[in-house]
């Protein structure tokens, strides 16, 4: 698998995981969870975006 459709999809796998901790941590009203989730879900946005990056360059 190419380096940037890896990064594209480990970014959305952690997207998708982080907006259930976001959820989770809502339901049950814990804010820890509910940041871990909104932490996660940036950085699979940041590693979906340099996979993306990656593509057009060439990489």
Do not use: C, Y
């Not at 890896?6 to 901790?21: L, N, P, R, W, Y």
């Not at 932490?39 to 996979?51: D, H, P, S």
Request: hydrophobic share 30%.
């Amino acid at each position: 698998m190419k380096s940037s459709t890896q990064d594209t999809a480990e970014g959305k796998m952690h997207q998708m995981k982080g907006k259930i901790k976001q959820v989770l941590g809502k339901i049950v009203k814990n804010r820890d969870l509910e940041t871990k989730g909104k932490a996660e879900n940036l950085k699979g946005n940041v590693q979906e975006k340099i996979g993306k990056a990656k593509k057009v360059v060439g990489r």
